[in-house]
């Protein structure tokens, strides 16, 4: 079982920058994939940013160039930095981890959700 507790979040105006931060706990953790996706009402939860345990990340097109994912393997945290932000990229943002018991056997898992609200 792998626990996600996300911080950070909150008000910020159009064209500010804006840190989340997320640390996995557990037991044996191996965890290959950590990120973020994000939510509105009414809306499916959309891929933010995830990134590999060796490095490799990816991002929704919407955010590329504004924001950067970081994690730090010893400490199981992922964080994102975000710049420049919109409105549109008001939403609740959920931490995620994918764990794999075996090389086609994982298990993906969530964190509580956090508010980030992008208004003057």
């Known amino acids: 079982q792998v626990q996600l507790v996300e911080s950070g979040g909150g008000l910020v105006q159009p064209g500010g920058s804006l840190s989340l931060s997320c640390a996995a706990s557990g037991r044996r953790l191996s965890i290959d994939r950590m990120g973020w996706y994000r939510q509105t009402p009414g809306n499916q939860r959309d891929l933010v940013a995830v990134i590999t345990s060796g490095g490799r990340s990816n991002y929704a097109n919407s955010v590329k160039g504004r924001f950067t994912i970081s994690r730090d393997n010893a400490k199981n945290t992922v964080t994102l930095q975000m710049s420049s932000l919109k409105p549109e990229d008001t939403a609740v943002y959920y931490c995620?981890?994918?764990?794999?018991?075996?090389?086609?056997?994982?298990?993906?898992?969530w964190g509580q959700g956090t508010q980030v609200t992008v208004s003057s």
């Open positions: 995620y981890a994918r764990k794999y018991y075996t090389s086609v056997d994982s298990e993906d898992f």
